[in-house]
């Protein structure tokens, strides 16, 4: 099975700091990732596919990079309604989770 | 509007079953592949099941292999998972979640209901 590892678990920033998460892959998965936003008692919500496409409607301050096995998600200016847990996930064979990366507001 | 709403959940005793059911709307049900998705209390996300558009194919994680079934019926646009030997570990939100895949998993969610709970538990 492919595991997948987040740093940091957690992480506290100020409104408008740039924050980035990293996320690990066992194996090579390509481009085969995602990323999701999870707000506090909701479901999850995709933000990011195939690594570092934005998907519609989702603010132009969160984006993706990476390929292989290490893979980067980024907000460029962080904003309070951006306080949640983000996870990224491999699709390549056949699906994990990252553990996920709680973000909150300094 | 995509939408899928899940119900079914409550408290059930080891040992015991369930069938959660996903009602889905605003797209072609039969075209795509649907998945289960679970989240213990405080938790992250789990995988748990995926299922073809036709029902032909399905996909189990180990964790459930051999005690839940995923199943569709496309003439009511329903997703079902049965779920019986019932432990306290299965104790979780479970979530329906649409596959962009037309016909096979691709295992890409990108549409995902509010979640029903299951609580396994004496």
């Known amino acids: 099975d492919i595991q997948m590892t987040q740093s940091p678990s957690s992480l506290s920033a100020s409104v408008g700091d740039r924050v980035t998460i990293t996320c690990q892959a066992s194996q090579d998965i390509s481009n085969y990732l995602n990323w999701y936003q999870q707000k506090p008692g909701k479901a999850p919500k995709l933000l990011i596919y195939?690594?570092?496409n934005l998907e519609t409607g989702v603010p132009s301050r969160f984006s993706g990079s990476g390929s292989g096995t290490d893979f980067t998600f980024t907000i460029s200016s962080l904003q309070p309604e951006d306080i949640a847990t983000y996870y990224c996930?491999?699709?390549?064979?056949?699906?994990?989770f990252g553990p996920g990366t709680k973000v909150d507001i300094k | 509007e995509v939408q899928l709403v899940e119900s079914g959940g409550g408290l059930v005793q080891p040992g015991g079953s369930l069938r959660l059911s996903c009602s889905a709307s605003g797209f072609t049900f039969s075209s795509y592949a649907m998945h289960w998705v679970r989240q213990a209390p405080g938790k992250g996300l789990e995988y748990v099941s995926a299922?073809?558009?036709?029902?032909?194919?399905?996909y189990y994680a180990d964790s459930v292999k051999g005690r839940f079934t995923i199943s569709r019926d496309n003439s009511k646009n329903t997703l079902y998972l049965q779920m019986s030997s019932l432990r306290a570990e299965d104790t979780a939100v479970y979530y329906c979640v649409k596959d962009r895949g037309v016909g096979s998993p691709e295992y890409y969610f990108d549409y995902w209901g509010q979640g029903t709970l299951v609580t396994v538990s004496s």
């Open positions: 996930q491999q699709y390549d064979n056949p699906t994990t």
């Open positions: 195939d690594a570092s």
């Open positions: 299922i073809s558009s036709n029902g032909g194919s399905t």
